[in-house]
C-alpha cells in the first residue's frame, strides 16, 4: 500500500498562487505516476495534472495548462502542484494519486491509491 498525504490548500484571491505537496510513504517503490485531480461541489471529480516518476514527463489539463506546473522530489517521495494565476473555478478539493503503469494518465481508474484531499478555495 501507499500513503497519501496532502497539504497547501487555502482560501487566496483571483490572481494569487498556491502551491500543494504531496508525501508518499509505504510501497513507494510501486509507484509509477502521481497526479493530481480536483472535485468541485456538485462536479465530479477532474483530471489536473500528472507526472511520470521516474521519467519526469508531464501531463496536464487544458484548463490549467500555462498556469499549473506539477513537479517532484524523488528523494522526499513528493510529488508538488504550482498553481499560479488562481481563477475561482479552480475552486475545489484537490486529490493527490498514486498509478501504475496501466491505463492512461487522466483517467482516474489509471490511479490506485488516493490522498483525502486538501480544499483550495479562489475568492473573486
Known amino acids: 500500500q501507499v500513503q497519501l498525504v496532502e497539504s497547501g490548500g487555502g482560501l487566496v484571491q483571483a490572481g494569487g498562487s498556491l502551491r500543494l505537496s504531496c508525501a508518499a510513504s509505504?510501497?513507494?517503490?510501486?509507484?509509477?505516476?502521481m497526479g493530481w485531480f480536483r472535485q468541485a461541489p456538485g462536479k465530479e471529480r477532474e483530471f489536473v495534472a500528472a507526472?511520470?516518476?521516474?521519467?519526469?514527463?508531464?501531463y496536464y489539463a487544458d484548463s490549467v495548462k500555462g498556469r499549473f506546473t506539477i513537479s517532484r522530489d524523488n528523494a522526499k517521495i513528493s510529488v508538488y502542484l504550482q498553481m499560479n494565476s488562481l481563477k475561482p473555478e479552480d475552486t475545489a478539493v484537490y486529490y493527490c494519486?498514486?498509478?501504475?503503469?496501466?491505463?492512461?494518465?487522466?483517467?482516474?481508474?489509471?490511479?490506485?491509491?488516493w490522498g483525502r484531499g486538501t480544499q483550495v478555495t479562489v475568492s473573486s
Open positions: 494519486a498514486v498509478g501504475d503503469a496501466t491505463g492512461a494518465t487522466i483517467f482516474q481508474n489509471s490511479y490506485r491509491y
Open positions: 509505504g510501497r513507494t517503490f510501486t509507484i509509477y505516476r
Open positions: 507526472i511520470r516518476w521516474n521519467a519526469g514527463s508531464t
